[in-house]
């Protein structure tokens, strides 16, 4: 499912003109990437949670070349499972 198909599922859902089903997605998903941009966590109980990981910096290398690369810190917004959503995915 993408972006606009979920959009057309909550117009037919909600009752709603795709615009404002648009507009909906949107606030969701811009206030779900503002918090993990804080470094606050997002949870939707049954469903899953995103939260941001920090990586230190460390000493990598080039798997092509061989060569030692410097790798500097950095942060990576993470997705986990929730337990109810692996259930119904594989009964």
Do not use: H, W
């Amino acid at each position: 499912m993408n972006k606009m198909e979920l959009i057309s599922k909550l117009k037919e859902k909600a009752g709603i003109s795709k615009s404002e089903a648009g507009i909906i997605v949107d606030i969701f998903f811009d206030q779900m990437a503002d918090t993990l941009a804080e470094g606050g966590r997002v949870e939707i109980r049954g469903l899953c949670s995103f939260y941001v990981k920090e990586y230190k910096a460390y000493v990598g290398r080039n798997p092509k070349t061989g060569a030692i690369v410097n790798v500097s810190p950095k942060k990576l917004p993470f997705f986990k499972c929730g337990k109810e959503l692996k259930e119904r995915v594989d009964p």
